[in-house]
């Protein structure tokens, strides 16, 4: 069963930039689509971006020229690099395969601070 393991966030000043790395497990992950989520407090998970197994991205427009996926498949691992952060970015951040996603992973709080 695949499993997802997400690290790196924390706290970061408004401007600041942060890494997110996303282990996966159980599975070939070079065969996945991939996504980044995100879920803020008292609102619905939502899709941030997506990488395919052959690199190419997509972004949620509030993200945009901020964020970038990008993944190893000889490593299993997906990338969020964050850049330009906003206090609006503040949630828990997960990975998990774009199209039927399975069992969520714990998540990476990264909180960001006016």
């Known amino acids: 069963q695949v499993q997802f393991v997400e690290s790196g966030g924390g706290l970061v000043q408004a401007g600041g930039s942060l890494r997110l790395t996303c282990v996966v497990s159980?599975?070939?992950?070079?065969?996945?689509?991939m996504g980044w989520y995100r879920q803020a407090p008292g609102k619905q998970r939502e899709l941030v971006g997506s990488?395919?197994?052959?690199?190419?991205?997509d972004y949620a427009s509030s993200v945009k020229g901020r964020f970038t996926i990008s993944r190893d498949n000889a490593k299993n691992t997906v990338y969020l690099r964050m850049n330009s952060l906003k206090p609006e970015d503040t949630a828990v951040y997960y990975c998990?395969?774009?199209?039927?996603?399975?069992?969520w992973g714990q998540g990476t709080q990264v909180t960001v601070s006016a």
């Open positions: 159980g599975s070939t992950s070079s065969i996945y689509f």
């Open positions: 990488i395919t197994s052959g690199g190419s991205t």
């Open positions: 998990n395969k774009r199209l039927l996603p399975v069992l």
